[in-house]
């Protein structure tokens, strides 16, 4: 498993050696088993078993809208300290990381509801240190919460910080240059709440949402109604008074007995 910190750097273990726990535990503090640096926290994970596969890149998504492309085969000597995999602008932080091959599109989303579409070949491939080139133009007060390369078919999952989502069809995401400040892509009320994570879902997973409080639900990926870009949703989970939806993970289908 690759573990990709907040502050641009990747760290490498083995699955089988994390201690395994019961749902309602609390787990392992991630000190005991990364040796990561004062103030970073681990965002994103990526199950690899092969370090060189040809043509395929890494591509890494920023909050305040940075994008940047590598080799994977550039990682492939990670040391137990880490590696730098991006440098960041004062005040970023990476938040996904993506497996490419050349010929992806991208789809990032915002925290006030904005996206944008472009190729992944609109991001050259850089070196381990490089900071990226802008991938979204981001309005005051706005970030980034989620970006997704994609590859296939599919649908946009689309979900608000107060348990509202959506699909929506990915004609509707026009692929565009990279760089601008993009399109609605999600109609943002005080009812639904801002917009938290998005995953592009092909029907037959499950997806898992988890509240800040620590509630989850699972549920069908097909079961959300598909709707146009600039519509509010559905509810899809309530949370308890004052708490938000931080995020969602899609996971194979449960099996019904």
Do not use: W
Request: net charge negative; hydrophobic share 35%; aromatic share 6%.
């Amino acid at each position: 498993i690759l573990f990709f910190t907040s502050q641009g750097r990747c760290y490498k273990k083995k699955g089988y050696t994390i201690p395994e726990a019961g749902r309602s535990a609390k787990g392992t503090n991630i000190v005991n088993i990364l040796q990561v640096e004062s103030g970073e926290k681990v965002n994103f994970m990526l199950h690899l078993r092969d370090l060189e596969q040809e043509g395929a890149c890494l591509f890494f998504s920023t909050r305040l809208g940075t994008v940047k492309r590598i080799e994977l085969s550039a990682i492939r000597n990670i040391r137990a300290s880490g590696i730098r995999v991006l440098s960041l602008d004062e005040g970023d932080e990476l938040i996904t990381v993506s497996l490419t091959h050349g010929e992806d599109r991208v789809l990032m989303l915002t925290h006030d509801g904005m996206s944008i579409c472009f190729e992944e070949s609109d991001v050259r491939v850089m070196g381990r240190t490089a900071v990226g080139v802008r991938g979204i133009r981001l309005r005051e007060g706005d970030y980034v919460v989620d970006a997704e390369c994609i590859e296939g078919e599919g649908t946009v999952l689309t979900v608000t910080e107060n348990g509202y989502g959506k699909r929506t069809a990915l004609e509707e995401y026009t692929v565009q240059g990279r760089g601008g400040f993009g399109n609605k892509g999600y109609q943002v009320t005080e009812k639904t709440g801002k917009v938290c994570a998005a995953r592009v879902v092909t029907g037959e997973e499950d997806v898992i949402l988890i509240a800040e409080d620590g509630t989850a639900i699972r549920f069908a990926s097909d079961s959300v109604s598909c709707y146009s870009r600039v519509t509010q949703g559905v509810r899809i989970m309530k949370p308890a008074e004052g708490v938000r939806v931080l995020g969602m993970a899609a996971t194979a289908r449960e099996e019904e007995c």
